[in-house]
């Protein structure tokens, strides 16, 4: 990961002030990659399972940069530190005083880098607004992230993350949102947690962290909070109250009173998404006519549900991630939609189950077994589960080779076929495409 500074000059000052033992007369940016670092950049070295960037701060010297260290050494081109996240930190805190920029902060189990991405690009034309890079929104990604953003920004979107309990508190710490919205809270990633609860309660500190003054948006058909003490104000929202789906020949739209927000056929499927970027948008007097011409400019991150089309087929590249929740949603879109061909599933994986793995991929064979999919085509060690427990009445064949399953999707895809990919990251499903088509 390496991030540009924008505010170069102002960003120099305060670090000088912060780090008055070495003077530096510019900082063009901040590396955590060695394999990334440019002339003036701030290098730092982070201890990974597999690697210690420790190793590479010669190499990163040589380049032109200034790093941080964990262990002592008396070049002048090294700032000794006893934690470089701690001083990651600090950084950050510092630059987040020095910005006007108002926090939106965005967690949830599904959805909520498209939610950060839909609500950049429609804020973006009317303010000055800055996201978190990528899915950065770890304890060491979050606040480099951060530090890509302009000082005199309107807004900046940023994505919390959690792998482990208290983490966004953690995040929050750091920086705490002005406005806050959480997607969803399932039991995705509940590995390293001991139960729902304590996952709940994880994501739920972005609403309690929240500014005072700021406001908490809340989609009550994927968040309870009523046993849920809340500081700031909350502006509450719903699909079952007031807005509908429309759905019709020539256009899907969202209906919210007398307003009509056209939805596009490749977004018909995060409406929720839709709502909330809508409900928050609003509050921030952008006109609902910007709204629509944004929604409908609109495209999905690479791997998170995007469709590509090659030749007579579609494909829907759902490979960036997988849990017991997003599968189900995945396969709700596929059900609802209408083709003259097959439709194929490419299955792999759903990782960080913990216990229950197992039965959750058992659970995804029943869902298959009521839906409209015709082929369904599993890869890993647990997706072996959901190829055991589907009937005959479905084309099903689980593979432990890529290429093997490459080879046999080019001999069963025809001519108007559709193809869906949903897997865990760890799976990485989209070189099978990627070499395929």
């Known amino acids: 990961m390496r991030i540009e500074i924008k505010n170069k000059k102002k960003f120099t000052t305060m670090f000088n002030k912060m780090y008055n033992n070495i003077a530096i007369e510019t900082i063009n940016g901040i590396a955590i990659d060695s394999r990334k670092v440019m002339p003036n950049d ?5 201890k990974g399972k597999n690697y210690d960037g420790h190793d ?15 262990k002592k050494t008396n070049t002048n081109k090294i700032i000794y530190t006893k934690s470089i996240i701690k001083e990651i930190n600090s950084i950050c805190k ?18 909520k880098t498209t939610t950060k991405d839909l609500l950049h690009h429609i804020f973006k034309n009317k303010y000055s607004t800055s996201k978190t890079i990528g899915n950065f929104n770890s304890l060491i990604g979050f606040p480099i992230s951060f530090l890509s953003t302009g000082l005199n920004d309107d807004f900046c979107i940023l994505e919390y993350g959690a792998s482990k309990p208290h983490e966004i508190k953690d995040l929050c710490e750091i920086i705490n949102p002005d406005y806050s919205f959480i997607t969803n809270i399932s039991e995705a990633h509940i590995e390293n947690f001991k139960s729902f609860k304590e996952l709940f309660n994880t994501k739920i500190d972005l609403y309690k962290y929240t500014s005072d003054n700021g406001i908490c948006f809340i989609n009550t058909d994927n968040i309870s909070i009523d046993k849920v003490k809340l500081k700031s104000n909350t502006i509450i929202f719903s699909l079952k109250n007031k807005p509908s789906i429309v759905f019709s020949k020539n256009k899907n739209y969202l209906k919210i009173n007398d307003i009509h927000i056209h939805i596009p056929n490749h977004l018909i499927h995060i409406v929720d998404n839709i709502l909330a970027a809508y409900i928050i948008s609003k509050k921030f007097k952008i006109n609902s006519k910007d709204i629509n ?25 759902d490979s960036y991630n997988a849990n017991p929740s997003s599968v189900r949603l995945a396969i709700n879109r596929i059900n609802n939609i209408n083709i003259k061909g097959k439709k194929i599933l490419i299955l792999g994986d759903m990782l960080e189950l913990g216990k229950d793995s197992i039965g959750e991929h058992k659970k995804i064979a029943s869902e298959i077994r009521k839906s409209t999919i015709d082929v369904i085509l599993t890869y890993g060690k647990l997706s072996k589960h959901i190829n055991k427990n589907i009937t005959q009445s479905k084309y099903s064949k689980h593979y432990t080779s890529k290429d093997k399953l490459r080879i046999d999707l080019n001999n069963i895809t025809c001519e108007n076929d559709l193809i869906y990919i ?16």
């Open 42 to 46: 701030i290098f730092f070295p982070i």
């Open 56 to 70: 590479f701060i010669n190499n990163a010297i040589s380049i032109g940069a200034i790093c941080f260290s964990e």
């Open 94 to 111: 510092k630059w987040k005083k020095l910005s006007k920029a108002k926090i939106i902060g965005i967690t949830g189990s599904n959805g």
């Open 422 to 437: 949903k897997g865990s990251r760890g799976m990485q499903l989209e070189k099978i495409y990627l070499n395929t088509l």
């Open 293 to 317: 011409k944004s929604i409908e400019s609109f495209n999905l991150p690479n791997g998170r549900g995007n469709i590509i089309n090659f030749s007579n087929h579609n494909l829907i590249d």
